[in-house]
């Protein structure tokens, strides 16, 4: 932010912006592409908590110089006057994003929650740098909804600039694993039979009952595990978990036997499976239940 105090030799390209046009206007904003917006002090001093700073003048012929472009500042501008809000409906995602980080520059109150709503619905595609932003700015449940959308590595990857909160953000990821972690090594330690599922059985020592299932439907069910874990959105992850994998089909769309008691196209086993995966999920705490404070 620069104050040009002294008249330009020329204003060649230089245009006023049509509805910040007020003869009254005691302060003149230039944007990053050459737009100058006349405002009122009294505006951006109520309404705004970072702008203008107090050793601004109001000389005659003052010019304060902003980075952000006239697209950007023509929406800033319109939430510091009494008025309604401009439509973001028809705003593509990076005009957005540049304007909510404008808003937290220069702490534009009443357009901050806004923003944060409207970021909020731009999920699955730019979760990524809408939960930077979140970060960045403290806002929470925003956070969390973006962390749902990058369960697998991204979310590591977007945080090694963050280094304040990378590692909360690693318990988070970690609980994630575990989840499933739990869930493989509980099918794994189902007892195997060559050739028949779902006998159910009874340890004497614990009391606990458990099932016995095949060996080629235990890595049948380990294998949709695993197409599970790959999927980074937890809405989508929700939904994978509960379309259950068939058994193999032959070419002519016979189902496959995999073993003496399948006689469906989905192991009965897959059912206790799935459910104890979803009991998992829910058990996972929002990332930001990880941050300092919250533990």
């Not at 304060?64 to 006057?81: D, M, W």
């Not at 930077?132 to 990857?157: E, P």
Request: net charge negative.
């Amino acid at each position: 932010m620069e104050v040009d105090d002294a008249p330009s030799n020329s204003n060649a390209g230089i245009r006023i912006h049509e509805h910040f046009c007020a003869s009254d206007a005691e302060i003149t904003i230039q944007s990053s592409d050459y737009v100058r917006f006349l405002v009122h002090r009294k505006n951006l001093e109520s309404i705004t908590g970072a702008f203008p700073p107090s050793e601004f003048n109001t000389v005659e012929g003052e010019v304060v110089h902003l980075t952000e472009p006239a697209l950007v500042l023509e929406i800033v501008f319109q939430f510091i006057y009494p008025q309604k809000p401009p439509s973001l409906d028809e705003l593509e995602f990076d005009t957005v994003l540049a304007v909510a980080e404008a808003v937290e520059k220069y702490e534009v109150f009443s357009a901050m929650k806004t923003f944060e709503v409207r970021l909020g619905e731009f999920f699955p595609k730019h979760a990524e740098p809408v939960f930077l932003h979140a970060v960045k700015h403290d806002y929470r449940k925003l956070m969390d909804k973006a962390a749902c959308h990058l369960l697998a590595c991204h979310l590591v990857q977007g945080l090694k600039a963050i280094t304040s909160i990378f590692l909360f953000a690693m318990d988070y990821h970690h609980a994630w694993h575990s989840a499933f972690g739990r869930v493989v090594q509980h099918v794994k330690w189902m007892h195997s039979r060559p050739d028949e599922c779902n006998h159910r059985d009874f340890d004497e020592e614990t009391g606990e009952e458990f099932i016995d299932i095949c060996k080629i439907c235990r890595a049948h069910i380990l294998s949709w595990l695993s197409d599970l874990e790959g999927i980074d959105s937890l809405p989508e992850l929700e939904q994978a978990a509960s379309v259950l994998k068939p058994k193999y089909e032959s070419d002519d769309g016979s189902n496959v036997s995999l073993c003496k008691t399948c006689k469906y196209r989905i192991c009965t086993a897959l059912y206790g499976v799935a459910e104890k995966l979803r009991k998992g999920f829910k058990d996972v705490p929002p990332l930001s239940h990880f941050l300092p404070g919250n533990k």
